[in-house]
């Protein structure tokens, strides 16, 4: 009978669209200009760090506090591909977030 064959399962509802999820304060900014980009963990009780990875490479680390960590910088002219990589304590430990497009162009003449 079909009462036999039900299996009950649980699940977790997460409230985060992304388990690591990366933006910046300006999509597009000029060379020399300080640019901030703040990496979010869905699991606000995470504790751990977060690497900020441009081409591959990790270029910088930062402590993850209250489930954010940012990373202050002035990239060269342009286009970057930047993600963040957590590491830590919860579900999104060793998780990346997707790329982040960053243009930075020459400073308009006067």
């Given amino acids: 009978s079909w009462d036999r064959c039900l299996t009950p399962f649980v699940i977790k509802v997460n409230d985060a669209a992304a388990p690591v999820e990366l933006a910046t ?3 597009t ?3 020399g200009k300080p640019i901030t980009l703040k990496a979010r963990v869905g699991d606000m009780r995470a504790t751990g ?3 900020l990875i441009e081409n591959g490479q990790t270029i910088a680390s930062a402590p993850l506090v209250f489930g954010n960590a940012t990373f202050a910088l002035k990239p060269l002219l342009g286009f970057h591909h930047f ?3 957590f590491h ?3 579900y999104a430990n060793g998780m990346s977030s997707a790329d982040l497009l ?3 162009g020459q400073v308009a003449a006067p």
Avoid: I, L
């Fill in 25 to 27: 304060d300006v999509p």
């Fill in 29 to 31: 900014s000029e060379v």
């Fill in 49 to 51: 760090t977060v690497d």
């Fill in 83 to 85: 993600s963040a990589a």
């Fill in 88 to 90: 830590g304590t919860g």
């Fill in 102 to 104: 960053q243009a930075v």
